[in-house]
């Protein structure tokens, strides 16, 4: 089993950042990769970024490149998620997902655990 759980949402107006936290927790932890996917309201949840165990790799959705940047800390057992130059379009629920795939394509049925959410809403 693998816990997940996110915090770091919130309000914040266009333009602005904010960092989600993802800390993982579980013995077969080390087994996983650590994703993070959204959901906006009405939409379908979709795959945001990747990033490989050594944090050599990293995979982001056209969508976001070159605003949100992905890090993990092995240490801590925690992924993050910096994201800059926040648009309306970016609101959504935010989840981290563990899975042993990776790239940029992944999809619902490609992770194992999920995290609860965290609301991230961009006020235009």
């Known amino acids: 089993q693998v816990q997940l759980v996110e915090s770091g949402g919130g309000l914040v107006q266009a333009g602005g950042s904010l960092r989600l936290s993802c800390a993982a927790s579980?013995?077969?932890?080390?087994?996983?990769?650590i994703h993070w996917f959204r959901q906006a309201p009405g939409k379908e949840r979709e795959f945001v970024a990747g990033i490989s165990w050594g944090g050599a790799s990293t995979y982001y959705i056209q969508a976001v490149k070159g605003r949100f940047t992905i890090s993990r800390d092995n240490a801590k057992t925690s992924v993050y998620l910096q994201m800059n130059s926040l648009k309306p379009e970016d609101t959504a629920v935010y989840y981290c997902?563990?899975?042993?795939?990776?790239?940029?394509?992944?999809?619902?049925?490609?992770?194992?655990?999920w995290g609860k959410g965290t609301l991230v809403t961009v006020s235009s």
């Open positions: 579980g013995r077969t932890f080390s087994s996983y990769l």
């Open positions: 997902a563990a899975g042993m795939k990776i790239g940029a394509g992944l999809h619902d049925y490609d992770m194992d655990y």
